[in-house]
């Protein structure tokens, strides 16, 4: 092929004895961060105490921000700021932005989530983002979440992940009979308010009272004797159930990791090891690990929260100097993910536009829907500027867009940002079965990102 033409690398064909080893031996720690990390707040839990290992403080709004400062700003529990001030002028340089979430698809419990029919114990649920609720079932489920209880007390829940834990489980129906089933869509072959979860089949045979001898009762005063809650706690509770399976190495030659929530720790891993690892220099860095990416970004610990321009507008004020100057000299890459092209369903897929697995980091210009409907799409300058640092530092790249045309869509934060007169673009891991309970990356790519936002810090 010329050299004037264009050509995708595959990472692991250029890969030398060196390289591979960096590129297993990192996927490995990114194996704990997901295990440990199956929830916003456990995730937030994870970087938080990394962050601390590394030398960073906590930051309270009004202290004065000096060059070589190394901070963090907990939200709630649930969205977490990194952030290292450097030592050129932040009004002309502005800050250097990774921005991940570290929300995924799920299934939450109802704020009132008991009952018990023919013998069998449930908890109703309202699933979280978007799902393709057939995957959800019948699939080991474990529970994890944090109740308010009415003392004010915080506790937190993790049933299912220990080796001698039991696990919780969504139904569905034999083909035996599942001939009315099998005439429905996909989409609705198991509906919303039928993705009810299994908890228990023991009724309590201690009872005094004859009507009390329930499964129901069996497990309140289980939760009761474990955790001191009574049921009226489930409204002051977050508790949401996840594949209970641990991340795994996929194919005989480990290549492929699966795991449930790539979309978009696969980034985030990325974005706080890269911040750590990369030694203190002349930009002022932030790294943003938001929550509620997966339902439009909104609340107090979403990427729209105005907590974002706060503490932009607090760096600036401690060098005093116009906020709206630091903005406009910000770059943030948007770290989330891509669709990977699967060979078996290609059909969606534009093969010269698509993300491969195993070519290395995705930058996405535009995402939205159709006709780039809430899309940022990023300026041919802002991909210019990174495609010089990137080929600079030998980081293995590539392009891709969210599918076909027409063929449906999606969103990250970018367009929230770049809102903000930043100069943002989306740029992350492509992934195979997104948002299922078992989505599938190279570890190539997870470690090209790594390296991509290295060089986008140096």
């Known amino acids: 092929m010329s050299e004037l033409a264009y050509k995708r690398t595959n990472v692991y064909e250029k890969a030398d004895e060196k390289l591979l080893k960096e590129i297993f031996d990192y996927a490995e720690g990114y194996k704990v961060f997901l295990d440990e990390g199956k929830t916003e707040r456990e995730a937030c839990a994870f970087a938080k105490s990394e962050a601390i290992k590394n030398g960073y403080k906590p930051y309270k709004f009004g202290q004065k921000l000096v060059a070589g400062d190394k901070v963090y700003y907990d939200n709630r529990g649930k969205n977490l700021y990194l952030i290292k001030v450097g030592t050129k002028p932040v009004e002309e340089d502005g800050i250097r932005i990774l921005a991940s979430h570290i929300d995924s698809p799920r299934i939450d419990f109802k704020q009132v989530p008991l009952y018990e029919t023919e013998g069998i114990a449930f908890a109703k649920t309202h699933y979280y983002g978007g799902i ?33 834990d039991p696990v919780f489980y969504i139904s569905d129906l034999l083909p035996h009979l599942a001939a009315k089933q099998n005439a429905k869509s996909l989409a609705e072959g198991i509906g919303g308010e039928d993705l009810n979860v299994w908890l228990g089949n023991l009724p309590y045979t201690l009872a005094e009272n004859e009507k009390d001898r329930t499964v129901k009762e069996n497990l309140l005063k289980i939760l009761n004797e474990k955790y001191g809650m009574a049921e009226a706690d489930f409204l002051s509770a977050e508790l949401c159930v996840v594949p209970a399976y641990k991340a795994k190495d996929i194919g005989f030659d480990r290549a492929l990791m699966g795991a449930y929530g790539h979309d978009d720790r696969v980034c985030s891993y990325p974005a706080f090891t890269a911040l750590f690892d990369e030694p203190d220099g002349e930009h002022t860095v932030m ?41 406009a000299n910000s770059k943030c890459l948007s770290a989330d993910v891509n669709a990977g092209y699967d060979p078996n369903f290609r059909d969606v897929c534009e093969p010269l536009n698509t993300a491969y697995i195993s070519c290395g980091a995705g930058v996405t210009k535009f995402t939205g829907a159709r006709g780039k409907g809430s899309s940022n799409d990023a300026d041919a300058e802002f991909i210019g500027f990174l495609r010089k640092i990137f080929d600079e ?66």
């Open 132 to 164: 393709r609720k057939y995957q959800w079932a019948t699939v080991p489920l474990a529970l994890h979440g944090a109740v308010a209880l009415k003392d004010g007390s915080v506790i937190d829940i993790k049933v299912g992940e220990d080796e001698n």
């Open 393 to 458: 530092n030998g980081v293995v790249w590539q392009t891709g867009e969210m599918g076909k045309v027409d063929a449906g869509g999606g969103g990250t934060v970018a367009k929230y940002i770049a809102k903000m007169n930043i100069d943002t673009i989306d740029i992350g891991v492509p992934v195979i079965s997104m948002h299922s309970p078992f989505e599938v990356i190279s570890k190539a790519d997870l470690y090209e990102v790594y390296l991509a936002f290295r060089a986008f810090l140096k």
């Open 287 to 327: 790294v943003i690990l938001a929550d509620k990416e997966e339902i439009g970004s909104e609340g107090t610990t979403g990427m729209q929260c105005v907590l974002f321009t706060d503490l932009i507008d607090a760096i600036a004020q401690s060098f005093n100097v116009s906020s709206a100057a630091v903005r």
